[in-house]
C-alpha cells in the first residue's frame, strides 16, 4: 500500500508541477503579448496621426496650387494684361491672348502654372506641350444658326 500512496502522491505532485508550470508559462506569454499589443497600438495611432498630417499638408498644397493658378493673373511676374488671360483649369490652367484688350492679338500663349519644390508636369501636360511644339494646333467655328423652338427635347 505505501507503494501505491507513493505513486500518487508523486503523480498529485507532478500534476501539481505541471498545472503550476502551465499558468506561469501562460501569465508570461500573455505579458509578453499585451507588451507587444500596447507597442503595436501606440505606433499604430503615431502612424495614424502620420497620415492625417500629410494628407492635411498634401490638401493645402493642393488647394494653394489651385489658388495660384487662379490668382497667377494678378501675381507681379506675370508679363500679360490680367484681361488678357483665360482660366481653364485642366489639362492646362490658361490661355492668355496679348494684344486682345487692345482688340489687336499678336498671338496665343498656352500657360501651364506650377507651384511647390517638385513641379513635374503630368503626362498629359507633356503630350500637349509636344502637340503645340508640333504645330497640331488648328481652329474650328461651331456655327448654330437654330432658334430655340427648333431644338427638339426628348420627354421620355
Known amino acids: 500500500m505505501d507503494t501505491w500512496l ?8 507532478a500534476l501539481l508541477i505541471i498545472i503550476i508550470y502551465s499558468y506561469l508559462i501562460n501569465w508570461r506569454y500573455k505579458k509578453l503579448f499585451k507588451i507587444w499589443q500596447e507597442a503595436e497600438i501606440i505606433a499604430l495611432e503615431q502612424e495614424k496621426k ?3 498630417q500629410t494628407a492635411i499638408f498634401q490638401s493645402r498644397s493642393v488647394l494653394t496650387g489651385k489658388f495660384t493658378e487662379q490668382m497667377t493673373p494678378y501675381l507681379p511676374e506675370f508679363k500679360y494684361d490680367p484681361t488678357e ?7 492646362i490652367d490658361m490661355i492668355v491672348f496679348p494684344g486682345l484688350a ?35 494646333v488648328r481652329w474650328e467655328l461651331i456655327e448654330r444658326n437654330g432658334k430655340p423652338e427648333d431644338i427638339e427635347i426628348d420627354e421620355d
Do not use: N, W
Open 6 to 13: 507513493i505513486v500518487t502522491i508523486s503523480a498529485l505532485i
Open 50 to 52: 502620420k497620415i492625417r
Open 102 to 136: 487692345q482688340g489687336d492679338p499678336q498671338e496665343v500663349v498656352i500657360m501651364e502654372i506650377k507651384t511647390g519644390k517638385h513641379c513635374q508636369l503630368t503626362y498629359a501636360e507633356k503630350k500637349i506641350r509636344q502637340l503645340i511644339e508640333d504645330g497640331m
Open 85 to 91: 488671360a483665360r482660366f481653364i483649369g485642366s489639362p
